[in-house]
């Protein structure tokens, strides 16, 4: 079973970035959010009742691109992933009341149960940056956002708590506040720590 990367964060922070910029240092086998392709995500935007079938839609789409990553030959790298689709975004939808508790909790069984049956991460990339930063960030990106810049502190706080139960040596904290649009300096201590993996 091949070794699996996942870079998490708040929406804005660089996700997509910095695997772009890892992939054109090394070979990856890469998944991405892939929000354009997804038959709920502007039905969510517009109308929350989509909530649930826009989350579903997520966490059958991140496990099923982790089964597929773990089989290829080479180093698996995902924009996001299950791990922050159910940790951040289904938890950040419930908080706002866009996801009810009895949708969360099929949220929190599907997760639990893909978990089961697929490893964590061999390696969990957790990139932070100042609200203002993501702000900018966000206000440049031409995709559907459901999460904003106002919730990046909650969110913050959900992946928080999910990162405090993942063992330091499977976790990278990288501040991205200075980082340049080709993340040198954060693709540099990435691809020297996946030689600890």
């Known amino acids: 079973m091949g070794r699996l ?3 998490v964060g708040p929406s804005g922070v ?3 970035t910095l695997v772009d910029a890892l992939s054109r240092h090394a070979d990856f086998a890469t998944a991405y959010e892939a929000h354009a392709g997804r038959p709920f995500q502007a039905l969510f935007k517009q109308d929350k009742r989509y909530g649930l079938a826009n989350q579903m839609d997520y966490l059958l ?7 597929e990553l773990r089989a290829s030959p080479l180093i698996g790298l995902m924009d996001g992933g299950l791990d922050l689709d159910y940790h951040g ?16 909790d099929l949220c929190r069984r599907f997760y639990d149960l893909a978990r089961v049956l697929l490893p964590l991460p061999d390696l969990i990339v957790h990139l932070t940056a100042r609200e203002e930063v993501i702000r900018d960030r966000l206000s440049l990106r031409q995709r559907i956002n459901i999460a904003s ?3 990046t502190a909650l969110f913050n706080s959900f ?15 990288l501040d991205v506040n200075a980082e340049d649009h080709e993340f ?3 693709v540099s201590l990435i691809l ?3 030689h600890t993996i």
């Open 159 to 173: 992946l928080d708590a999910w990162l405090a139960t993942i063992p330091s040596g499977n976790l990278l904290r």
């Open 5 to 7: 990367v996942e870079v």
């Open 149 to 151: 810049a106002e919730d």
């Open 184 to 186: 040198t300096t954060s």
């Open 192 to 194: 020297e720590k996946l």
């Open 61 to 67: 789409l991140r496990a099923e691109q982790e089964r």
């Open 14 to 16: 660089g996700k997509t």
């Open 89 to 104: 975004f289904a938890r950040l939808f419930h908080a706002r009341g866009w996801l009810t508790d009895p949708e969360f």
